[in-house]
């Protein structure tokens, strides 16, 4: 599982780890991973001897890191130069060190010639509010007519906010980023996570000295295959979990067929369907168990997806309603969304899921959708305190948050081929699923996340993907994370 933390918690660890160690010491462990990885950006199209790279240098110590590990390419016999923004204020140590092992002080971005390497270390992660003007002219300046030379970031790309994933202003766009110790937020969270490009972390003995539990976390394979459902030997379809899908309409009979899908690939063992779709699922699906309604009269379910296609008539706001007053977990989205009752949600004893895109949590919170946009981790926050619901928040990084202090899960897997009429009726059937199979609700929209993402990798294989491939790329995602 990947793990980031706050900048505040990180520089406490710091200061503990600090105390034990001699002077300087995580510094150089810093520059020697920065070193190594640099190393390695330069082998992919030729060899460290010989190379031209230039350091980006601010004022701060992630300056210093970039002096140090310049000074380790310069002894391996790369051409290191140094830009320095604040020439009375780098780092002493850094610089020193520098010149003494052959690197070299560039004047200004004129004349620098071709590069293979650009290491930005202008800003760390305690940088706020986007690039200086000089910074931004700088960056222009060694990056333009240049036949895109890479980028590695030192920590963080400069001008990206690292508690949030917000970007305000100009920042850098690095190819790859090295960040020390562990991960922040903002290497997790767009938009600032596309600016990081690669990531690679180095070990400088910080993990003890980190509490629990993290500010983020990030599901990998292994986290995974441990959540999913695995039928026993006296498993039967009822004891495995019915989920209750109530979606589609006459306008939007698909998203019936969708939700439904995605609800028979997620482990549950029967899929109850309620709804104006019958026909068109019964048509795909035989093996789905449908109604004419109310939901509360279609039988006994362990969890209820709602929402779909519902579009917004009456028989619409009483199903929400119905289903709301539910003794289950429901998963309410798209027009469920619009038609949920706020204090309904907050009082429910039940657990509640809401999995709204940028636009849907904007009037969730009634501000506008770029403000969600901009700050996702704020957002999915909000609305998990003020609806007292778990919350997946679609978009180009999913985030689940729950209203009790937890930490915020990041979906890593997801692809911007996702962005496709259906896809999320699809997660919605496989995450309603997921509950009716007893997962958590974290867990459940976690997992969910998790599958539809690799789901539409495997679908797409790098070409455009529909949301019927996605729902059925989800057995051969499920068996990937179980062979790990």
Known sequence: MRRAYSVETVRAA????????????????????????CGDLLRRTGRVYGSRVLLLVGSGDNGGDALYAGARLAR?????RALLLS??????GGLAAFLA???????????????????DGITGIGGRGGLREDAVALLRAVTRDRDRTPVIAVDLPSGVEADSGEVHGEAVTADATVTFGTYKPGHLIDPAAEHAGALRLVDIGLGPELPEPPDLEALQYADVAALLPVPGGESDKYSRGVVGVVAGSER????????????????????????PGA?????????ALVHAGPPSKAGRVQAWVVGPGLGDGRWAEEAVADVLGADVPVLVDADGLRLLDAETVRTRTAATVLTPHAGEAAALL?????????????????????????????????LVAEARDTPV???????????????GDVLSGLTGSLLAAGLAPRDAASVGAYLHGLAARHGSGGAPVSAQDVADGIPAAWRDVRAG
Do not use: C
């Open 14 to 37: 710091e200061a503990a780890l600090m105390k034990r160690v001699p002077e300087g010491a995580l510094m150089q462990r810093a520059a020697a991973g920065l070193a190594v990885a």
């Open 101 to 119: 092992a052959g690197g070299q002080v560039a004047e200004g971005a004129d004349g620098l010639g071709a590069l293979d390497l650009v290491v």
């Open 76 to 80: 391996r016999g790369a051409a290191v």
């Open 279 to 287: 026909d068109a699922v019964i048509a795909r699906f035989p093996e």
């Open 409 to 423: 899960r990041v979906n890593p897997t997801g692809t911007a081929w996702l962005a496709t009429a259906g896809s």
């Open 252 to 275: 939007y009979p698909g998203a019936a067929v969708l939700a439904v899908a995605g609800a028979l690939r997620g482990g549950a063992g029967a899929v109850r369907y309620v709804g």
């Open 366 to 398: 009634g501000v506008a959708r770029e403000e969600v946009e901009a700050g996702r981790l704020a957002a999915v926050r909000e609305l998990a305190a003020r609806y007292r619901a778990t919350v997946l928040l679609k978009g180009s990084t999913t």
């Open 87 to 92: 020439p009375d204020r780098a780092h002493a």
